[in-house]
């Protein structure tokens, strides 16, 4: 490997050997593809005409008065897949075939990066197969049904606990067994280098261009830049665009049933050192290591780990993380739907959530900038759900 | 002490391997986990593979995560863990099998975060104790072993390296002198189980592996007959490494079955193969 990606204590190559050269390959071919204007002019085109870049940047009005800080949304979930995995999956499918590789696979939780890896496949020509956790595929049937529609075979993953940590544990297994022409798309800022400094490259562009609109709309960086957190790549795509910079990136993990409970998966708060899926980073275990199974409302964010860079970012103080819990990301998703006549996905629904606290502890001129990661269709089931279940509270 | 500890202990693999060559045998190394299928039954398994003619023992410390295992091994780590046998217990588990056999050479098969979470020093004094010769970390690659490479020095533990026929020319020097004990050859890319396949050129790794180290070389990896133990050993290994194969069968009997079959099963893989 030319580098070993660490940020800080946190990071590296943690994989059985057998893996070793096909990291190597990604990284040489990535080192590559980022200097090549050619691949890269290739990446931009096909985020603005197929994708649909430059995402908007909207000032919510009446989220604002709500909330009672100037509310600026960046609008991912309007992004081509309803969500910002959609950049990730077309720059690492674009590697991919410069890799000369036949097949793709990919894991996914909520399903969003599998029907972003979906749609990259089908555009690039490429045969896709996804692993998914059985679980999330009960709670996230619309998405599998989009994956298929988009030609990908979808693997039920039926061990563990059967949700995304199982699905990584799945597509590294096939990956050991089929190097030569298999091509891991991994979804987020996670996983052994070079895979959370390659994500992150493909994710900055959300960061890039809020910079300049916030700039152009507001004239002056925001005060605060809110983020969900589930392995860390649209936070980190946004993050990226505001680093060494007066403005304080807040990163929402899913906080569940209550930080008190076991019914989490707040990582950063909860999470102690640890090494899995090839890294070297926070994760929720127990007292010998063995990896706890997590909760949240969202399938996104439902994950035992984070990305080495956010655990390395809380360490230097140069992000902050807060949490937010399922009823305060439901009463986010119901008050963003009323104001704004926006369905926004329940991940994201937790760095709404945290924005309200941070207005509350603000003034009514603090600007607030929050990642909007996905919209909100693929999560209906799920808040249909809760209503029946209990009486839904306005906010 | 942890000199005369290291003299000991280095000793077990290489007289084995020394006493191997002189009688024109393989080694035969079976592998389980431990407290599989129940803490007894492993030690049953045990006395099976010693009786059968095992050289040498692996043995598995349960992960909830065995990213670099089949399907027969994953779940056999979750009947270990949801029965709640934990790492002290199974370090007890390994001092009875130590205390029952004083001179096998055993090496524990973990993955790294086990180690990392019980703190490298402690991990690597504690299975030390418990009797283990040596370790494989199924996922710490060469760039990683500098962060434990003092703890087992120190504690005179043998790191136990894969290698494959991906390995490049420029990694294998590098592996083979960060290790101890033997070289883990796979015998073909992917996870364990007993798939029936071989990568066409094992021979070719196995001969780059002897020409730059003085390790033996032990193949593993979807070796479950004795022809496939046959093969391995005229492409030049040292030995076989018989994990998922053995488990299968230990997996067949049931609870009040004897575990005889497992015996008889390992000695049709260990009698000498007359060259
Ligand atoms: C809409 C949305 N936001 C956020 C996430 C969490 O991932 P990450 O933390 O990598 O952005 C997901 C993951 O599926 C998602 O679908």
Redesign the interface.
Known sequence: MQSLGFFGSFGGVYVPELLVPALEEVESAFLEASQDADFLKEYHHLLKHYAGRPTPLYEAKNLSKRYGARIFLKREDLLHGGAHKTNNAIGQALLAKRMGKTRIIAETGAGQHGVATAMAGALLGIPTEIYMGAVDMERQQPNVFRMKLLGATVHAVEVGSKTLKDAINEAMRDWVSNLQDTYYLLGTAAGPHPYPTLVRFFQQIIGEEAHQQILEQAGRLPDQVVACVGGGSNAIGIFQGFRNSSVQLVGVEPAGLGLETEHHGAVLAKGTPGCLHGMKSLALQDKDGQVRETYSISAGLDYPLVGPEHAHLQNTGEAVYASATDAEALAAFHTLAETEGILPALESCHALAYAQTLAVQGTPEQIILINLSGRGDKDLHQVMAQQEGAPHVHA | MSTLKQAQTQSRYDDLFARLKQEKRHALIPFTLLGWPTPQRCLESVDAFVAGGASALELGLA??????D??LI??AG?TV?EAGF??DQTLGLLKQIRQKYPHIPISLLVY???V???GIDRFCRDITEAGADGLLI???????IAEIKPALDQHGLQLT????T???AE?LPK?AAQSGGFLYA?SR???TGVEERYDQSLGHLLAQARQCSDLPVCVGFGISKREHVETMIRLGADGVIVGSAVMAKIQELGPEDSIEPIQRYLQTLSTPIIP
């Open positions: 992960f909830s995560d065995p990213v670099a089949g399907p994953q779940q979750r863990l934990d790492v790294y975060n086990l990392l979470v019980r199924a996922d710490l690659p060469v760039e990683g390296s894969i290698i494959s991906r390995t490049s990694r592996i796979v890319l992917g996870i």
